[in-house]
């Protein structure tokens, strides 16, 4: 027999304004780390690692077993999320985002001293796939924790707002992930990136790493969870209660299918965009990259706005609204690209990544936390982000070279797939019924 917790009061949810802006910038710099190791990964996926971690030979094949291993560390989050979110609902959201930064930042080092397959054969992809998938479920408990800290301390009238500050982090992450190697592929010829440059982005990971932890280690566990704690009501196994109770079920059912199009909506404009770009379209690496890198930043400046107008307008209608306009978009996105422009291509990123996508990741955090009672809240909105990102996310770019490939380069099937995956979220996201106890 479970139990619901009373809402709080507008007394218990108040804070010291120190300590909350303290958990605001612990969320933020947390998620803007581990989401930087995260899109290090997936852009040296398009640029890097077919080069250097797999056998010479077709391009394609090399950039389908690129894609493949960037998808494994998205089959391992759900696995960090039932772990760390299985922790965080047992003993709290406070040590299991100090425990998931510090192993994605070792990680993401490691990678960066990796000998190439050339020095080590086979050895090269294996461990590259082993320390995708430490990453992986690193940041798979890593998003729900941050959130979470976020949306637990949020005072009344503003969850939106502050749930949509992690959400932050992965725009800033992006843009410093690409943008480093932008700077570094600017700075040095190709063959100076390749043999040696492109590492000095992942080992600065445990220089950002350290001054996250300092950050973390200040933060005092959430209002909410304290209060289950004294009441006695945590759950033994918060898996089991999720898929057990039906309101539960149902909306970690829905809440799988509505988070699609969001996740092909960043893989495809922040990830496959990349190779397609430089590979198809043959445009310049750097600038490609400095396109993704200003993307990246206008999506972390809108994300709070759609955070906003999630408190105004409701967590579905905005995140709805988002998903619509991305499926909108597509087609003209693609055919914009297909000019090879800078300014065409740059202008595009800066709607479809950075307006667009704003819109979708300011209002989804907020909107999934809410769909679960705060005994069961870190395991259900972990397993729905985390989960869905198998398919939604982690499969998108092998999806989409796929079906390039099989239309002979023509990106209109591609298109076809991402709008079925909008109407999806869509529709789901309408029958979505949230539980809000915070």
């Not at 190709?190 to 001054?211: H, P």
């Not at 970690?252 to 379209?281: D, I, K, P, S």
């Not at 750097?286 to 999630?310: D, F, K, N, Q, Y």
């Amino acid at each position: 027999m479970t139990t619901t917790p009373a809402t709080r009061t507008d007394e218990e949810r108040t804070e010291p304004p120190a300590r909350a802006r303290t958990v605001l910038i612990a969320s933020l710099i947390g998620t803007t780390i581990e989401w930087y190791d995260f899109f290090l990964f997936s852009t040296a996926a398009s640029l890097v690692f077919p080069k250097l971690f797999f056998p010479a030979g077709d391009e394609t094949v090399g950039t389908l077993l690129s894609f493949a291993t960037f998808a494994i560390g998205f089959v391992a989050r759900p696995i960090g999320g039932l772990i760390f979110g299985h922790l965080g609902d047992r003993l709290g959201r406070r040590a299991t985002l100090v425990a998931t930064m510090a192993i994605a930042g070792v990680a993401t080092a490691l990678i960066g001293v990796l000998p190439s397959y050339a020095a080590i054969g086979l050895w090269a992809p294996l461990l590259l796939v082993a320390l995708r998938v430490l990453g992986g479920i690193a940041l798979g408990g890593e998003w729900g924790g941050a959130v979470l800290m976020a949306v637990e301390y949020a005072p009344p009238g503003r969850r939106g707002l502050w749930g949509s500050s992690p959400q932050i982090g992965l725009g800033l992450g992006l843009a410093l992930g690409t943008g480093a190697f932008a700077l570094l592929g600017a700075a040095m010829d190709n063959q100076d990136f390749l043999a040696w440059g492109w590492r000095i982005a992942f080992l600065v990971s445990i220089v950002l790493v350290a001054i996250g932890l300092v950050v973390r280690l200040r933060v005092f566990e959430t209002p909410a969870f304290r209060r289950i704690q004294g009441g006695a009501e945590i759950s033994r196994v918060p898996v089991v209660d999720v898929v057990r109770e039906p309101a539960s079920r149902r909306n970690l059912l829905l809440g799988l299918l509505a988070r699609w199009g969001e996740g092909a909506a960043f893989n495809t404009w922040g990830v496959f965009v990349l190779t397609y770009a430089v590979t198809t379209v043959k445009m310049p690496k750097v600038e490609v990259l400095i396109a993704v890198t200003v993307g990246g930043l206008v999506s972390a400046a809108v994300v709070p706005i759609a955070g906003r107008l999630a408190d105004r307008f409701g967590r579905r209608a905005v995140f709805a609204t988002g998903c619509a306009v991305f499926g909108l978009a597509v087609y003209p996105a693609f055919a914009g690209l297909g000019t090879g422009s800078f300014a065409v291509v740059l202008a595009l990123l800066v709607v479809t990544l950075g307006l667009v996508y704003g819109i979708q990741s300011g209002s989804e955090s907020t909107l999934f936390a809410e769909l679960f009672p705060t005994r069961t809240r870190y395991t259900g909105m972990s397993l729905v982000f985390q989960g869905s990102g198998i398919y939604a996310s982690g499969l998108t770019p092998l999806i989409l070279t796929s079906l390039l490939a099989v239309a002979g380069g023509s990106p209109w099937l591609a298109c076809a797939f991402l709008v079925l995956t909008a109407v999806i979220s869509i529709v789901s996201t309408v029958f979505l019924r949230p539980v809000v106890d915070l």
